[in-house]
Structures are given as C-alpha cells and as structure tokens.
C-alpha cells in the first residue's frame, strides 16, 4: 500500500526528529525537498527488513498456498478500495 502526501510528510518529519534522515532543499527547485538516511537510519535498515521477512513467514505459516494466494487477492483489493476511496461504491 502506498503513503499519500500527507502521511509521507508526517512520516519525514517525525524520522527527521530522531535523526533517523536528514532534508534539504533541492538545488534546482526549492520548493523539493531531498531526503537522506543517517548513519542511525541506514544501521536499522536491514533489522527492519528482518522483522517485515519475520512477520510475513509467521503470519502465513498455518495457511495453505491456495489461502495464502486467496488472501494477497483480498489484500490487494481492500488496498484499491482505500486508495480509491472517493469513488462511488459498487451498487450490489
């Protein structure tokens, strides 16, 4: 699922906060900002990436391959509903 303008905003402006990156101005175009990883946010890069591959193996080991599929199916199109939230629902 993708991040809209306002949630990535927040999202840099709460890991600039605790050092986790950095912001600057693009040199061609003020109004752009250029976001960077720290040295603190580079060292939990991969801790990160080790609990998202954790969680992904737990939260489908009791599934079979049909639910998982079945599932990611699911997944995908509750992510299309929020991200098109403003069109009209489905007439059932």
Known sequence: MTAGP????????????????????????RR?????????????QEPIADLWRTLEQVSVRDLTPDQIQESTT?????????RDHSRQPPVR
């Open 6 to 29: 306002p949630a990535q905003l927040m999202g840099v402006e709460v890991h600039s906060s605790v050092r986790l990156l950095t912001r600057e101005p693009f040199s061609h175009d």
């Open 32 to 44: 752009v900002m250029v976001v960077h990883l720290t040295d603190a946010g580079r060292a939990l």
């Open 74 to 82: 699911c997944a995908h199109i509750v992510e299309k509903s929020v």
